[in-house]
């Protein structure tokens, strides 16, 4: 049976659509079609990728591209302002935009009251409510949209929309939303304390289907760097981005014992990436290191297995942007991969130092070091942790439980879009 919010559609507000770096996405929104949720898609971008993953073919949602540039669509945008300013909630929200537009002078913010008059002008009949995926961008559309609409909206929270959007926006934001929810209970207890009432934020883990993932090997290769023809392998799996740590990596990477026979291998993109290629040749340790750049999910899952050690140095960026609990980490352990992470946001919800894992101070590139030297030459300690991280993933982190929570509520009614004021 086709439910929603009030019995019909759940349009999806998302920045982008499909992403390969937003696997998670796409694999929620599967699941809420295969628990019969009836869906249409909005992306305020249009893909820039060639390459996607299988999960996004067994997406049923039809996608629409709102104006990524109001310029280039503007009769479009024209006819839909035509349309939509004669509609009881087009002042009010006439009156949020502009005072928004006080606090962020930028072509952005009149950018998405565009989108928001198009997406407004455009949703089919049978749409009931609208779910933003981050808060930033896609909600302030969401929102504008569900002013114009007369609909209810919410909001998935993420990592950097939570940390690089202003106080006031936040706030305002949640006061508005019928609900929300984040993937972390870091990120929860940051978002329910500018929430007008705590329960408006919800914490829902992405989870992680086992299904799109082969089971744990029973035996990974025993190597401990000690055999050049065979050398320990090293895999990261993140985009080149200053939260990432990547720079922090390569000087442990070039700090590891010289004795230690090992090879580097990053997934990924990312502006950073041709700073970091050059940091390599400085460092010495080009030769040891792959680049794979940007891969499909099967690919990933690929180099999980083949690999013996998942390193990620995640840290708090100069802007406040950071991670919040990175899916990467939750893959490379649903393979049974030993992990190397950094105390940094929600990562200590995932993993616990010294039992499913290793644990690090971010930006020591030093301490950073000895652990990878540690666990590089000790296959028995990599298995143990691999194994034990495999199993509290499954237990502890089911996707299945986190899209069961969306359902719920994205499948009772909602109440009407709040009030501007």
Request: aromatic letters at 6%.
């Amino acid at each position: 049976m086709t439910v929603g919010a009030g019995g019909g559609t759940v349009a999806i507000v998302l920045k982008g659509y499909p992403r390969l770096s937003e696997t998670f996405i796409a694999q929620e929104l599967c699941g809420l079609e295969q628990r019969g949720l009836a869906l249409r898609i909005f992306s305020l971008r249009h893909p820039t990728e060639t390459r996607r993953h299988p999960v996004h073919d067994e997406i049923a949602a039809p996608a629409s591209y709102l104006p990524e540039y109001l310029h280039q669509e503007i009769g479009r945008v024209w006819r839909a302002w035509r349309a939509v300013r004669q509609r009881p909630g087009y002042a009010a929200c006439r009156r949020v935009w502009l005072r928004d537009l006080g606090r962020d002078r930028t072509p952005n913010r009149i950018r998405r009251f565009g989108q928001a008059l198009v997406m407004a002008h455009e949703l089919p009949g049978d749409v009931r409510h609208i779910h933003a995926h981050f808060l930033h961008t896609p909600a302030s559309v969401a929102r504008y949209a569900a002013m114009l609409s007369g609909r209810s909206w919410s909001v998935s929270a993420h990592a950097k929309d939570i940390w690089t959007t202003p106080g006031w926006e936040k706030r305002e934001k949640l006061a508005a939303c019928a609900w929300a929810v984040t993937c972390s209970r870091y990120a929860r207890d940051h978002l329910a304390a500018l929430a007008p009432s705590p329960g408006t934020v919800e914490l829902v883990y992405h989870g992680l289907s086992a299904r799109r993932f082969p089971p744990v090997p029973t035996m990974r290769p025993a190597r401990n760097g000690g055999d050049a023809s065979d050398p320990v392998r090293i895999l990261c799996v993140g985009r080149a981005v200053e939260k990432k740590g990547l720079d922090i990596l390569l000087d442990a990477l070039a700090d590891l014992p010289g004795e230690l026979d090992w090879r580097f291998f990053h997934v990924g993109g990312g502006e950073l990436l041709g700073t970091l290629r050059r940091r390599a040749r400085r460092l010495g340790i080009d030769r040891r290191v792959v680049w794979h750049g940007s891969l499909a999910h099967d690919e990933v899952v690929e180099q999980y297995r083949g690999a013996d050690l998942f390193v990620l140095a995640s840290r708090v960026a100069r802007d406040g942007d950071r991670d919040g609990l990175p899916n990467v980490l939750m893959e490379a352990q649903m393979t049974g991969l030993a992990c190397i992470a950094t105390e940094v946001s929600a990562i200590p919800e995932l993993i616990e130092h010294g039992q499913t894992g290793i644990l690090v101070p971010p930006g020591d590139h030093r301490v950073l070091a000895a652990a990878i030297a540690r666990l590089a030459s000790d296959p028995d300690l990599r298995a143990r942790l691999g194994a034990a991280g495999a199993a509290r993933v499954r237990r502890d982190f089911s996707f299945d439980a986190g899209v069961d929570l969306l359902v719920a509520r994205l499948g009772a009614p909602q109440p009407a879009a709040r009030s501007a004021a």
